[in-house]
């Protein structure tokens, strides 16, 4: 009997001790360093906007947040790796517009879904977007273009930075809006769009607005619109797609921070704080003003909400434009 007693005390103590446990893990929250997966090769947009906020958020924490570049798919395999990690909150990933929104939409055997693998934390930056066009293309404003556009249908080249890319997508949404017919020429990736876009190959490019802004402002390219809430302080002068009379076109670019679905709320409580802490400092402010871009901040639901916006938008333009990638 009394050995029986100390084996029933013993197993209640240990379960009383470990939800303690597991408070004091949270609240003793980050106690080692945290990954930060950027589902995207060095160099891009996703990269810069996460190695800035590992830098601000290792001070912020207390604890190394180390970058890790797993690109791939379109993003989904650094996607799906975050997915598929504890949910202990030291494995963090940047979601966006691609891996969050247009992949779930475009791709048929895609290895996760949004709206049930992740726990939005935060959306971190918004980036607007561009629509220029080479300065042989004889028109030099918006209401030109779409004059041009319908006058030749067919005629003009868009390029995108491939099959279901942002750019894609903001092609397929402007000729839906603008009621145009502008033939798609895909790319592996950004760069060698951008490039044919400069030498002429290709008419028309939609971009985020960090790699094409140097050549608007060299005048290699001509910018026609930007996709922003406001005018772009770097383009001055180029109207927003809201402003051209092609609201649906108008939204940015985003880049969130996510991680595994069933992340303890005290961990997604203290990232979100940090990130509004983070986001606020001047030298944040400034450096994301360089790329055009603007911190966000806003809380985990809002983000969720963001989210599943974005999905069902990319699914109405891919039903509608046939967009599939397998």
Do not use: C
Not at 124 to 130: G, Q, R
Not at 221 to 244: Q, W
Request: charged share 15%; no cysteine; proline share 8%.
């Amino acid at each position: 009997m009394y050995r029986r007693n100390v084996i029933l005390g013993l197993s209640l103590a240990a379960a009383l001790a470990a939800p303690l446990a597991a408070v004091h893990a949270q609240d003793a929250y980050p106690s080692k360093p945290i990954r930060l997966i950027v589902p995207f090769p060095p160099g891009g947009t996703t990269d810069i906007v996460g190695r800035l906020f590992a830098e601000k958020l290792t001070k912020e924490l207390g604890q190394t947040v180390v970058i890790e570049n797993r690109g791939g798919a379109g993003g989904s395999i650094g996607s799906a790796f975050v997915a598929n990690s504890a949910p202990d909150g030291y494995t963090l990933g940047i979601a966006t517009v691609s891996t969050h929104g247009i992949n779930p939409a475009v791709y048929t055997n895609l290895a996760f879904d949004v709206t049930k693998d992740f726990t939005p934390i935060s959306n971190l930056a918004a980036v607007p977007n561009v629509m220029t066009v080479n300065p042989k293309v004889p028109a030099k404003n918006m209401a030109d273009f779409i004059k041009l556009a319908k006058s030749e249908p067919g005629k003009l080249t868009y390029a995108s930075a491939g099959n279901g890319s942002v750019s894609h997508m903001m092609g397929e949404m402007f000729k839906m809006a603008s009621g145009t017919d502008l033939m798609h020429v895909p790319y592996r990736g950004v760069g060698p769009a951008l490039n044919d876009t400069l030498a002429g190959q290709v008419d028309v490019l939609f971009d985020n607005l960090p790699s094409s802004l140097p050549h608007a402002q060299a005048g290699k390219l001509v910018a026609l619109a930007v996709a922003a809430p406001k005018r772009v302080a770097a383009l001055p002068d180029v109207p927003t797609f809201a402003e051209a009379g092609l609201a649906p076109v108008n939204d940015s670019s985003w880049f969130g921070l996510v991680g595994p679905a069933k992340l303890p709320q005290p961990v997604v409580d203290k990232l979100y704080q940090a990130v509004v802490k983070v986001s606020a400092e001047a030298d944040v402010k400034s450096k994301l003003a360089g790329l055009g871009a603007e911190p966000v901040a806003n809380t985990p639901a809002e983000y969720a909400k963001q989210i599943a916006d974005e999905v069902a938008k990319n699914k109405r333009i891919a039903k509608e434009a046939n967009v599939k990638v397998d």
